[in-house]
């Protein structure tokens, strides 16, 4: 896959489903094997799956990697 849009579509999809874990997969297979990087939403789409799927520790962990290693600074909805 070459398109963000299409990357966070799958992850909100996963996620909305309450399949927070191929939500991760896919982030994390984005992340490692894809040229395209994720973007405020799509960190916005990971963040809100493992949220509502109770993985709280992987949610931490990815909006640590938001903030050092992709320098986005999270707003309101990121927090919450």
Same mark, same amino acid.
């Given at each position: ?11 909100t999809?996963?996620?909305?489903? !309450?399949?927070?874990?191929?939500? $991760?997969?896919? @982030?994390?297979? =984005?992340v ?5 990087? #994720? +973007? ?13 799927? !109770?993985?709280?520790?992987?949610? $931490?962990?990815i @909006?640590?990697l =938001? ?6 600074? #999270? +707003? ?5």
């Amino acid at each position: 896959l070459k398109d963000t849009v299409v990357w966070t579509s799958l992850i909100t999809g996963y996620g909305i489903h !309450g399949k927070g874990a191929k939500a $991760l997969e896919t @982030f994390n297979h =984005m992340v490692k094997s894809s040229e395209v990087k #994720p +973007n405020e939403v799509t960190f916005l789409s990971i963040l809100s799956a493992c949220s509502h799927s !109770g993985l709280i520790h992987d949610g $931490l962990r990815i @909006f640590e990697l =938001m903030v050092s290693d992709y320098r986005l600074v #999270p +707003n309101l909805e990121h927090y919450a």
